[in-house]
């Protein structure tokens, strides 16, 4: 079984700069792929970034340019830094790890609110 603990939100003004952190921890197979996606309010939940085991990424087109995943094999943690932050980033943010074979893991959410 995998576990997702994610950090790293809170209340940030518009143009500015968070960084979310997620750490797997469990039975974590060698192939896996991890991603960030958010969930506003009303809305569905959508992709904002993933990277895949050979260090493929992909964004969402909103996010292109400000906002960049990376990820820390060894320690199986992958990170969002989320730079030039707008109103409309406001959401919960959730990981996910997808592994090969086998159902996919969620993170339990972090909270990212863009106000002045």
């Not at 506003?40 to 969402?60: D, L, N």
Request: glycine residues 12%; aromatic residues 8%.
């Amino acid at each position: 079984q995998v576990q997702l603990a994610e950090s790293g939100g809170g209340l940030v003004q518009p143009g500015g700069c968070l960084r979310l952190s997620c750490a797997a921890s469990g039975s974590i197979s060698s192939l896996y792929s991890m991603g960030w996606f958010r969930q506003a309010s009303g809305k569905e939940r959508e992709m904002v970034a993933r990277i895949t085991s050979g260090g493929s990424k992909y964004y969402a087109d909103s996010v292109k340019g400000r906002f960049t995943i990376s990820r820390e094999s060894a320690k199986n943690t992958v990170t969002l830094q989320m730079n030039s932050l707008r109103p409309e980033d406001t959401a919960v943010y959730y990981c996910k790890l997808t592994p090969v074979y086998g159902a996919p893991t969620w993170g339990q959410g972090t909270q990212v609110t863009v106000s002045s």
